[in-house]
């Protein structure tokens, strides 16, 4: 199986900025996508911004221009740079990775979750 492990939530003012950080372990053959979600109170999980091996990236609207996705395809890493934070932004915040474990098995893992509130 594929265990993820996220980073770098809290607590920011307005405006301020935070990287979430997440990494993979376990025995994995390849990772497809990577992608950050979030969870805000009494609300679905929806997705946030999303990058595919090739290094191309997706956002929703509401965080483009102030997120930025990047991976790190030899450690098995996904960042999320988060700027121009707001109060809407408050959610706990999941990585999720999609990829094989081998030829024929797939995976599809998320990670426990990092609490980001915006508040002043």
């Known amino acids: 199986q594929v265990q993820l492990v996220e980073s770098g939530g809290g607590l920011v003012q307005p405006g301020g900025s935070l990287r979430l950080s997440c990494a993979a372990s376990g025995s994995i053959f390849r990772i497809d996508t990577m992608g950050w979600y979030r969870q805000a109170p009494q609300n679905q999980r929806e997705l946030v911004a999303i990058?595919?091996?090739?290094?191309?990236?997706n956002y929703v609207d509401f965080v483009k221009g102030r997120f930025i996705i990047s991976r790190d395809n030899a450690k098995d890493t996904v960042d999320l740079q988060m700027n121009s934070l707001q109060p809407e932004d408050t959610a706990v915040y999941y990585c999720?990775?999609?990829?094989?474990?081998?030829?024929?098995?797939?995976?599809?893992?998320w990670g426990q979750g990092t609490q980001v509130t915006v508040s002043s």
């Open positions: 990058i595919n091996s090739d290094g191309s990236s």
């Open positions: 999720n990775l999609r990829g094989k474990l081998s030829l024929l098995k797939t995976f599809n893992s």
